[in-house]
């Protein structure tokens, strides 16, 4: 018998749960690339309640994106699974002779999805507006296309990001009007609703109907038509899957908004926090100050974050939204083709410097049966560093390693 299935032997069925517990959780921790001091684990069995690992459980630490978990909960929470985004399209003034005498407004709702170019799928929304000006006998407009951005308040762009992310997709703006997800390529669009409005006036061109772009006071609104989203369940495992930003920083400003205040950033922050602490999670130390993750001002403890998991665990539909080992998203290659594939579920948090993982173990239904809590900073070997999760993982839950 080799001296790895030896010790594996010893392991397994001559020390006590507690001491197997503790010498696993000091092997994970001794491991390549991963800094003791600077790191937090926390393992929990929900259906028991007992505690499988557990280090540094309330040292605050930069989440990365995992903190998307507690963006997408809060919102949850607050709006249920069935919310939808609602844009209307209006006529303002009088239409004589197919002459409209005022503008076409469009008001952002904050909805992330508008013609993006990932799940859930959204209708052309330039298509949408284009037929229903049709419908309304307009040919020509002598107002302009105005675009309506006052539901959120304050900056686009989180003060608390660095500037070197800005000009990149994943750190473009979050706005009450979005429009193909704030980005051309890899880089940032500063003004979506600009590009927005310069194309539909194109669309209507090429119908026929011009768009004069005068200044009218035109009296009264007509209602010509809503762009619906998806469910909101469904946004947010698009968020989940892919580790979206924007669409992450518009749920936080939805959390605002649902909450009856402007759609800031502080505003989702604060709105996140109380609605956590009114549920009894221990929040000392945790500090929000995105939606995304993306800002290294962020704070969070294990202990919090398995809070936030273990009361959402009986929700179907939160739980579905974390990738699957081996499967899915950003854990397509984690524990693939090992006992684990499929029966962990995580979001996954990377920054340099930073490998963060948090979710279930899940059962045959997918089921949660355990909170899962990683997060590492001051991470030297990433590489290493993800293997020794996956090692603690199957250490804990099948008695074996990678």
Known sequence: MSVKKITSFILLFILPALSLRAVIRDSFLSARGIDAASSSVLVVDLVTGDTLVSHNADKPLVPASILKCVTTASLMDKVGTDFRYLTPVHAT????????EGNIVVTGSGDPTINSRH??????????ITEAV???????????????????SGPAVNPQWATGDLSKSYG????AFNFEDNARGKASVADPAGVFASRLRAALRDEGITVAGGRPDPKGRVLLGEHRSATIDEIMR?????????FAEALLRTVATSGGERGSFESGAKECMALWRHNGAPAEGVRIVDGSGLSRANRM???????????????????????????????????????LD???????????????????????????????????NNMSDRQAARKAVGDLLLSLFSGTES
Request: glycine share 8%; with cysteine.
């Open 342 to 376: 499929s029966y962990i579920a995580l979001k996954t948090g990377s920054m340099n410097g930073i490998q963060c993982y948090a979710g279930y173990k899940v059962d045959d239904n997918y089921a949660p049966t355990h909170t899962v809590v990683v997060i590492l």
């Open 119 to 128: 799940d859930p799928p959204s209708a052309d929304f330039i298509a949408e």
């Open 301 to 339: 403890t294990s202990r919090f974050m398995c809070h936030v998991l273990g009361r959402m665990s009986i929700d179907p539909y939160y739980a579905s939204f974390f990738p699957l080992a081996g499967q899915e998203g950003t854990l397509r290659r984690f524990l693939a083709d090992t006992p």
């Open 134 to 152: 049709k419908s309304a006998g307009i040919d020509s407009i002598r107002g302009d296309i105005v675009v309506d951005e006052s539901l959120w």
């Open 93 to 100: 003034g009088r239409v004589r002779d197919g002459i409209l």
């Open 238 to 246: 698009s968020c989940m899957m892919r580790s979206d930003n924007q």
């Open 172 to 175: 473009t703006g979050s706005h």
